[in-house]
C-alpha cells in the first residue's frame, strides 16, 4: 500500500505555456508539473540534441588532458580503470576505445567485484606495476582512493581521477582530479553519470576544434546505456546523451550492442530508455554481480560478429542466473519473515542470510523496501564477515542512519536512497537495534509515495493522448514516466489472460467505457469485484497491432474511490508501534483495542468471505470503515492466538482459515488484548 501524492499543478499556468508555445495541454501540464516554464528550459528540455556545456569548466580537467595527452604522444602506457556495473563499463569501453583510435598505448582493467570490490585496490596496482603501466586513469570512480593512488605514487605509476561521486574531505594526491562535486569546480550541470564525466573528457582531449555532432555520433550509444544504468536525472545534458544514444542504438554500427539487443528480444522493436534500463543494463551488471566484468568491456569494443553474438548469450545466460539467485534468496528472506513476522514490523527492515550473493543482495534489499514501504538493509553472512546492501524510501536518510551506527560497522557508504556497509556477524543484532533507534528517535518514517502527475477525465482518453506523452521522452529518473489517476471507477467486467498471469480488466463511469491491464496479477491476488468503484493510477502507452495504433492502460495501483491510503498506513504504522515495544498514549491504544461486537464482525466477515486470501485495506472498506486497521490487526492477531483462525503471512500474502472451534471462546483471555489494556491502563494512570 502506497500513499498516493497527486502534484501541484498551476492550471493559468500551464495554460499559457500551451497556448504560448504551440504545445498539446497534457505536454504543457506536465512541463508545469516538472517545474519546467521558463523559455530557455522548455526548449531544452524539449528540443535540444546537442547542446552540451564546455568540459574545462570542469575543475581539473585542463590538468587531466594535459597529462594524457602526454602519455598518449610519448608512448606511455595507460590504464582505464573503470567498475564492474553498467556506468563503470561504458565509462572503460568509451575512454579506452577513444585512447585506441588516437594511437595510444592502452589497455583496462575492471576490479571484480566479489573478490577485489569497488574502485582501486591495492593488489590491482600490483598487477598494473608488473604490466609498466605509467599512468592510471580511473573512470567512475577514484574520488574516495586517497591511500591507494598515494600507494600507485610511491610505485611510480601517476594518476587521473575522473569520478562523479561526492568527494570526502580529502582529495587523492593524483595528477589530476576531475569532479564535479569538488569545491571550487565551476561546471553548471552537476549530475554527470562517470560515462557523462569520461565523455566530456574526450569533448577535452578533442581540443578547441572538437566535433561534438561526430562525438556524439561514435559514442552516444555508450554514454545513454551508462547514464540510464546509473539513474541519475534524465535532464539537461544527460537528456542529450540518452536521446542521441537511443537513436544511434536503433541504428546501431557497434556489433556488442546489436548483439545484446538481438539476444533480448529488442530486434526490430522500438528502443526506449525504458527497455534498455529492463533489458540492455540488466544483462551488462549481471556480468558484473557474477564477477566478469571485463566480458561486458569486451563485448562492447568488439568488432567481431561471432564473438559479440557467443558473448551476448553468456550475458543473457549470466542474467537469467543473477534472476535465479535474486529469487531464492527472497524464498529464503520470505521463509524468514513468515516464521517470525517481527522483522517486517520494524521501522527499518534488518534481514541476514548465511552466503547470498553479495552482488544481488543491493537488488534484493530494493524489492523488500517495494513490499513493505519501508527502508531495508540485506546482509550476507560469508565466514563471520557481514557485507549488506540497503535501499530507502522517499524521505528517509539511509546513508544518514548507518552512519549513526559507525561504531558498529567496519565500512559504510552511500548516499540518502542507497547504502552499503560490512560488519561482524555478532554485532548484526546490535546494529538492527540501534538502526531502528535511529529511526524512532526520528520520528514519524515517512511512507512510501505513489507520485501522481495529475487527474484525468476518462471520457476524454484517446490514443491521441498517449502519442502526444511521446514529446517528452525520455523518461527515467527526474523525468519519470508521468503516472494518472483515473477516479471513480466502475468495475464491470475482470478478465484474467495469459493463464492468469495478468488481467484485464473492465470500467465504466457515466458514458465512458475504459479497459485496463494489471499486469503480474492472478484473478485469485485481485482483491477487488465487480461493481466495486475504485481508483486507478495508470501509464498510457500506445499499443501497435496489426498495423493499428491503439490506447493501452496500464494500472500501477488500485485503491477504492475517495479513500485515502494515508489514513490506513497511520493505522498501521501505530500497531506496529505497538508490536516494536514503543510508547503510545491513551487515545492512540484505544484506536487499537476491539470491543466484542468489533470481534463479531471480522468473524462474520471471515466466514462469510469465498476467498482465504486476505487484504486488511480491503476488509476494512468492506466493513464500512468501522474499524481501524490498526484494530483489525489486532483482532485478526488475538484470533489467531486463540485458535478461531490460523493465518499464515509472507511478503506476498495474508491467508486466513477458519478453525473448528468447538466450545465458546473468551477473547478476553488473549495475552495480546491483555497487553493492550494494559498499556491503555497504565497510560490512564
Not at 12 to 20: K, P, S, V
Not at 541 to 560: A, M, R, T
Request: proline share 3%; net charge negative; with cysteine.
Amino acid at each position: 500500500m502506497k500513499q498516493w501524492s497527486v502534484a501541484k499543478l498551476n492550471k493559468e499556468r500551464a495554460g499559457f505555456i500551451a497556448d504560448n508555445y504551440d504545445l498539446p495541454p497534457i505536454i504543457a501540464t506536465l512541463l508545469d508539473i516538472r517545474g519546467i516554464v521558463t523559455e530557455k528550459e522548455i526548449y531544452d528540455f524539449l528540443y535540444n540534441e546537442s547542446d552540451i556545456d564546455s568540459p574545462f569548466e570542469i575543475k581539473g580537467m585542463a590538468q587531466a588532458v594535459e597529462r594524457i595527452r602526454y602519455a598518449a604522444e610519448n608512448g606511455e602506457k595507460i590504464c582505464v580503470y573503470g567498475d564492474y556495473d553498467a556506468d563503470g563499463v561504458t565509462s572503460t569501453a568509451l575512454l579506452f576505445s577513444y585512447l585506441d583510435a588516437i594511437g595510444a598505448n592502452v589497455i583496462y582493467y575492471i576490479p571484480s567485484r566479489e573478490n577485489e570490490g569497488y574502485g582501486l585496490n591495492i593488489s590491482a596496482i600490483d598487477y598494473l606495476v608488473n604490466e609498466k603501466v605509467n599512468l592510471i586513469v580511473t573512470v567512475d570512480n577514484g574520488i574516495s582512493a586517497v591511500e591507494e593512488i598515494a600507494y600507485a605514487k610511491s610505485k611510480g605509476i601517476e594518476t587521473v581521477v575522473t569520478d562523479h561521486h561526492m568527494p570526502s574531505s580529502i582529495i587523492p594526491d593524483a595528477v589530476a582530479v576531475v569532479d564535479l562535486h569538488q569545491q571550487g569546480c565551476e561546471s553548471k550541470f552537476k549530475m554527470l553519470s562517470g560515462v557523462g564525466v569520461a565523455f566530456k573528457l574526450v569533448m577535452a582531449l578533442e581540443g578547441e576544434y572538437c566535433d561534438l555532432d561526430m562525438l556524439l555520433d561514435n559514442y552516444s550509444d555508450l554514454v545513454s546505456i551508462g547514464t540510464i544504468g546509473d539513474i541519475v536525472p534524465l535532464v539537461s545534458e544527460n537528456r542529450v546523451f540518452v536521446k542521441r544514444g537511443i537513436s544511434n542504438i536503433s541504428d546501431s554500427d557497434r556489433v556488442g550492442i546489436s548483439a545484446i539487443i538481438k539476444e533480448s528480444g529488442l530486434e526490430n522493436k522500438e528502443i526506449t530508455s525504458g527497455n534498455i534500463s529492463f533489458a540492455l543494463v540488466p544483462r551488462i551488471n549481471a556480468v558484473g554481480r557474477l564477477g566478469m566484468s571485463q566480458n561486458s568491456v569486451s563485448l562492447l569494443l568488439t568488432e567481431d560478429d561471432e564473438y559479440a553474438y557467443e558473448m551476448a548469450s553468456k550475458l543473457g545466460a549470466d542474467n537469467l542466473e543473477r534472476q535465479k539467485i535474486e529469487r531464492e534468496i527472497l524464498e529464503n528472506i520470505n521463509s524468514l519473515i513468515a516464521r517470525n513476522p517481527s522483522i517486517a514490523q520494524k521501522r527499518i527492515i534488518v534481514v541476514a542470510g548465511d552466503d547470498w550473493h553479495h552482488g544481488v543482495i543491493g537488488i534484493v534489499s530494493s524489492r523488500i523496501k517495494d513490499i513493505y514501504g519501508k527502508p531495508c538493509i540485506v546482509i550476507s553472512n560469508t565466514g563471520g564477515v557481514c557485507r549488506g546492501s540497503g535501499r530507502s524510501i522517499e524521505g528517509f536518510d539511509l546513508w544518514e542512519a548507518v552512519s549513526s551506527c559507525s561504531d558498529i560497522l567496519n565500512q559504510y557508504g552511500g548516499h540518502p536512497m542507497a547504502v552499503g556497509l560490512s560488519l561482524d556477524y555478532d554485532l548484526i543484532d546490535d546494529f538492527t537495534y540501534a538502526i531502528n533507534e535511529f529511526a524512532k528517535n526520528k520520528g514519524e518514517m515517512p511512507f512510501q509515495k505513489l507520485n501522481i502527475d495529475c487527474k484525468l477525465n476518462p471520457a476524454y482518453l484517446d490514443v491521441d493522448i498517449a502519442k502526444e506523452l511521446k514529446l517528452m521522452l525520455p523518461f527515467g529518473a527526474g523525468n519519470p514516466t508521468p503516472v494518472f489517476e483515473l477516479c471513480k471507477l466502475k468495475i464491470t467486467n475482470i478478465i484474467p489472460i495469459s493463464n492468469d498471469k495478468h488481467l484485464k480488466i473492465l470500467f465504466s463511469n457515466g458514458n465512458a467505457r475504459i479497459s485496463a491491464l494489471k499486469f503480474f496479477c492472478s484473478s485469485a491476488d485481485f482483491m477487488y469485484k465487480v461493481g466495486d468503484v475504485v481508483d486507478i493510477a495508470v501509464n498510457l502507452e500506445v499499443n501497435v497491432y496489426n498495423n493499428q495504433e491503439n490506447l493501452s492502460i496500464i494500472i500501477k495501483d488500485i485503491k477504492f474511490a475517495d479513500i485515502d491510503n494515508t489514513i490506513y498506513l497511520k493505522s498501521l504504522a501505530l500497531y506496529e508501534k505497538f508490536c516494536n515495544g514503543e510508547h503510545l498514549n491513551k487515545s492512540e491504544v484505544s484506536t487499537l483495542i476491539p470491543s466484542r461486537e468489533d470481534f463479531a464482525l471480522v468473524y462474520r466477515y471471515l466466514k462469510q468471505s469465498q476467498s482465504t486470501s486476505c487484504s486488511i485495506d480491503v476488509m476494512a472498506y468492506r466493513l464500512g470503515n468501522k474499524l481501524s486497521y490498526g484494530k483489525i490487526r489486532v483482532i485478526l492477531e488475538a484470533m489467531n492466538e486463540l485458535g478461531l483462525i490460523a493465518i499464515y503471512e509472507d511478503m506476498r500474502k495474508l491467508d486466513i482459515k477458519m478453525c473448528l472451534v468447538n466450545e465458546k471462546v473468551n477473547i478476553e483471555n488473549s495475552l495480546l488484548i491483555k497487553k493492550l489494556k494494559e498499556v491503555y491502563r497504565v497510560e490512564q494512570i
